[in-house]
């Protein structure tokens, strides 16, 4: 998730906004698939049925899937990222250096710049002063025939073969230059070159005075000859879990989760919306537990967007909706069902027939005022099923069953100040408009009067072992807005008798 910042969503944004300018624009991602797999303790941790361990060394693309379910492990992981990517951004171009190394463009350049190795060296020794290159040093990393690794030392490059001597294993052979690569401050502006790049957005760790992209800007400028693209450096992602921080997202440390675990519970847009109003230079961390929290920061912002006025950094909320939507929005402002009521309702309608179900105790609620169109109702057929995942992946503790009917244990537990502090709050219950607000509203009134025969915990321990059997429970002013309320205020009056 953390990649979808800059590598996608902004660039999408740019690719759009300059499109609506005139120009025709391309977007396209470098996956790099002949860099060496690295073997970290958590990649070497999916192989169960082996020793990941020999796989180390090996170009990306040569390591194999360690579920056995596809040809390699590229193509395994990026299933969790490349299987929903046009819901992010759509008509991006993929691009594989594996693919770049068979363009003749790069191989040329491949070929120049080992010819003018001396030259090469001068500069990038300038940014490696604790380890510079030596004499003869020429700027490819040779793949090893011998011991199908990439990384060998290259001693010569004649047409389309790089002559090597591998370090690992101490074969002497030659191998294609299609299956090597050039050294990494070589190959990013040769890439920029070749894909004629004009914007790149890169994280900030590249962004230091005197780092690895001012270092490979003056590659482009003085050593390839040609202008370095736009860069714009971006803040990490971080991964929470509960609201503790993890740190930042990392995927060859599998620390963080994928697009597919969020479109499971959320609609792209909605990241999206994220991603548009944090400032790039600020860092965002993401938790799937407050998924419910993002979307109502979304709906606020849509609320925004229809608005006829707005004042401080509204502007920037409904622009960042605006931007967040991968379609034109609708002329009027569609009606949205709340995460956290989807996510009630989900649980106590049922299996069959849910969504029409669900529409209609919306109807007779309140909540929703008129008959829906295709648009909206789609949209409530999503929340209510992307809430629901939300529910039984992330936030076990929202999961509800209502009582059918009142069982003595909990009859039991009932005393005569909890029957009164029910009775009490039935009784207003009975002539509010029944929607979260008043729900609220009524309920802060009463705890806070100090009319209450119970403290406030045991309050609502009270409701929620009347309803649902339990001592705990959601918020209660959603979870009750969504309940029709004729039957609350019969089960509340029934346990105060």
């Known amino acids: 998730m953390g990649r979808l910042r800059g590598e996608i969503t902004l660039s999408q944004f740019l ?86 190394y068979r363009n003749p463009e790069m191989q040329a350049l491949v070929r120049d710049l080992a010819a ?16 510079p290159y030596p004499p003869g040093w020429i700027p490819f990393e040779a793949f090893c025939e011998q011991c199908q690794t990439i990384g060998a030392k290259t001693t010569s490059i004649e047409g389309m073969n790089a002559s090597y001597r591998c370090e690992r294993c101490g074969h002497v052979g030659k191998s294609s230059i299609e299956k090597g690569k050039l050294n990494w401050r070589l190959e990013w502006p040769a890439l920029w070159k070749v894909y004629r790049v004009d914007i790149e957005p890169f994280g900030k760790d590249h962004a230091t005075p005197g780092g690895s992209r001012d270092s490979c800007k003056e590659i482009a400028e003085v050593i390839m000859h ?86 401080g950094d509204e502007e920037d909320q409904a622009r960042s909706f605006e931007l967040a939507q991968l379609s034109a929005p609708p002329k009027t402002k569609p009606f949205a069902l709340s995460y956290r009521h ?84 039935a009784t207003r219950a009975a002539s509010l408009r029944w929607t979260e607000d008043a729900i609220k509203e009524a309920m802060v009134t009463l705890t806070k009067s100090g009319t209450l025969p119970v403290e406030t915990n045991r309050f609502f321990r009270d409701l929620y072992l009347v309803l649902l059997g339990t001592e705990r429970g959601p918020r209660a002013a959603p979870f009750l807005a969504v309940l029709e309320k004729d039957w609350v205020v019969r089960r509340l009056t029934e346990a105060a008798q």
């Open 15 to 100: 690719t759009r906004s300059l499109r609506e300018d005139g120009r025709k624009p391309i977007q396209s991602l470098v996956l790099y698939t002949q860099d060496e797999w690295k073997g970290k303790e958590g990649q070497i941790g999916q192989f169960t049925k082996e020793d990941g361990r020999k796989y180390v060394g090996r170009r990306l693309i040569d390591v194999p899937d360690p579920f056995g379910c596809h040809a390699n492990w590229v193509e395994h992981y990026w299933q969790d990222f490349g299987s929903v990517l046009d819901r992010f951004a759509p008509n991006v171009r993929i691009v594989s250096t594996t693919e770049a």
């Open 116 to 131: 003018r190795a001396e030259e090469v060296r001068a500069v990038v020794n300038k940014y490696r002063a604790r380890h």
């Open 226 to 311: 040609f202008r370095p693209p736009m860069g714009i450096p971006y803040e990490w992602v971080g991964i929470s879990d509960r609201g503790k921080d993890l740190g930042d997202m990392g995927s060859s440390d599998f620390l963080g989760f994928t697009p597919v675990q969020w479109v499971e519970v959320a609609d792209p847009e909605v990241l999206r919306y994220t991603y548009a109003f944090n400032p790039i230079f600020r860092r965002v961390v993401l938790d799937l537990y407050r998924v419910d929290t993002y979307h109502d920061l979304y709906d606020r912002a849509e609320d925004l967007f229809y608005a006829d006025e707005r004042e």
């Open 342 to 425: 989807a996510a009630f309702l989900s649980q106590i309608s049922p299996d069959s027939g849910r969504v029409e179900w669900c529409i209609k105790r919306l109807r007779d609620t309140g909540i929703l005022t008129r008959a829906p169109n295709g648009l909206e109702r789609d949209r409530i057929a999503r929340r209510l099923a992307q809430s629901r995942a939300w529910v039984e992946r992330h936030a076990p503790e929202n999961r509800v069953k209502l009582l059918e009917q009142m069982p003595p244990e909990v009859t039991r537990q009932l005393e005569l100040g909890d029957r009164n502090a029910l009775r009490m709050f």
